[in-house]
């Protein structure tokens, strides 16, 4: 069995993280069903009898405009997923790299690359990402992609790099150079599965924060941009009708509550499963 493989089972036997990948799974499930089974969630069918409580028709309610809010939840976690799967993979790859040469070298590459990554690391993420969105009227979602995950390798560089500090004299290392093998073999076939586990750990923290953040921006109007639905946007647009129609903010505030818990589950259960020190 693959390490992740092994991994996964010992997530999965842990009740919180077991409880935290059934619920990422069937916000998957329902994210990949929506189009198939729900009505469009940019769809308007009757504007006049907008934010209509949950029913047997539409088991969220409608929002003001009409639109089904079981469907725009379902749409917005295609969105929310895709983005902090793509950003996050793109974060992790290049924190991965970064760490891995910096740990690797050491010496002058070490300090120049690491004092990048402390310079970007004084800015709080958040900042930078308002100021980058900032310059843009109306941002593309791939757009969007690149910015999160462009800003989300630094932590990841460091915890690759004290992980490649700690195995760089390994025996199995030693022997590899010890036979020729270069550098690149060595990062890429050596090192890098053996820092396997903590960088799944960071994946699956990552994903909640990215939802955080896309939620976040798409509240203040930075994030995705309509018609497209996302969570953020859902409550920002409920905002007027907290009142009279309160399951339109409602609903995608508990989905965003539940997936981001669900994620910190599974990363919990997955740091205690790769934690020599835990039982």
Same mark, same amino acid.
């Given at each position: 069995?693959?390490?992740i493989?092994?991994? &996964?089972?010992?997530?999965?036997?842990?009740p919180?993280?077991?409880?935290?990948?059934? %619920?990422?799974?069937?916000?998957?499930?329902?994210?990949?069903? =929506?189009?198939?089974?729900?009505?469009s969630?940019?769809?308007?069918p009757?504007? /006049?009898?907008? !934010?209509? #409580? #949950?029913?047997?028709?539409?088991?969220f309610g409608?929002?003001?405009?009409?639109?089904?809010?079981?469907?725009r939840?379902?749409?917005?976690?295609?969105? $929310?997923?895709? %983005?902090?799967?793509?950003a996050?993979?793109?974060s *992790?790859?290049?924190?991965?790299?970064?760490?891995?040469?910096?740990?690797y070298?050491?010496? #002058?590459?070490? &300090?120049?690359?690491?004092?990048?990554v402390?310079?970007?690391l004084?800015?709080?993420?958040?900042?930078?990402l308002l100021?980058l969105?900032?310059?843009w /009227?109306?941002i593309?979602l791939a757009?969007?992609?690149?910015v999160? !995950?462009?800003? =989300?390798?630094?932590g990841?560089?460091?915890?690759?790099?004290a992980?490649?500090l700690?195995?760089?004299?390994?025996?199995?290392?030693?022997?590899?150079r010890?036979?020729? !093998?270069?550098?690149?073999?060595?990062?890429?076939?050596h090192?890098?599965?053996?820092?396997i586990?903590?960088l799944?750990? +960071? +994946?699956?923290?990552?994903?909640?924060?990215?939802?955080?953040?896309?939620?976040?921006? $798409?509240?203040?109007g930075?994030? *995705?941009?309509?018609?497209?639905p996302?969570?953020?946007?859902?409550?920002?647009d +409920?905002?007027? %009708?907290?009142? $009279?129609a309160?399951?339109? $903010?409602v609903?995608? +505030?508990?989905?965003?509550?539940?997936? %981001?818990?669900?994620?910190?589950l599974?990363?919990?259960?997955?740091?205690?499963?790769?934690d020599?020190?835990?039982?």
């Amino acid at each position: 069995m693959t390490p992740i493989g092994r991994m &996964a089972q010992a997530v999965w036997r842990r009740p919180p993280g077991r409880a935290g990948l059934v %619920v990422l799974l069937s916000v998957v499930l329902a994210a990949a069903a =929506g189009p198939l089974v729900l009505p469009s969630p940019i769809e308007q069918p009757d504007i /006049e009898h907008g !934010g209509q #409580p #949950p029913s047997l028709a539409h088991p969220f309610g409608t929002d003001q405009l009409s639109r089904d809010v079981l469907a725009r939840v379902a749409g917005g976690a295609r969105v $929310s997923l895709s %983005v902090a799967a793509i950003a996050v993979a793109m974060s *992790i790859s290049l924190g991965a790299l970064v760490g891995l040469v910096a740990g690797y070298h050491g010496g #002058p590459v070490d &300090a120049l690359l690491m004092r990048i990554v402390d310079a970007a690391l004084a800015i709080p993420r958040l900042f930078l990402l308002l100021l980058l969105l900032a310059l843009w /009227e109306r941002i593309p979602l791939a757009a969007f992609i690149l910015v999160v !995950g462009a800003t =989300g390798w630094f932590g990841t560089s460091r915890l690759v790099r004290a992980e490649v500090l700690r195995l760089r004299e390994s025996e199995y290392v030693l022997a590899a150079r010890a036979l020729g !093998g270069g550098a690149r073999r060595i990062m890429f076939r050596h090192l890098l599965p053996n820092a396997i586990g903590p960088l799944l750990v +960071a +994946a699956t923290l990552g994903v909640g924060e990215v939802i955080l953040l896309e939620a976040g921006l $798409s509240f203040l109007g930075l994030g *995705i941009q309509p018609p497209t639905p996302s969570w953020g946007g859902m409550i920002f647009d +409920a905002r007027e %009708v907290l009142v $009279s129609a309160p399951w339109a $903010s409602v609903f995608p +505030a508990l989905a965003i509550a539940l997936t %981001v818990l669900s994620a910190n589950l599974v990363g919990d259960a997955l740091r205690d499963a790769t934690d020599p020190r835990s039982a």
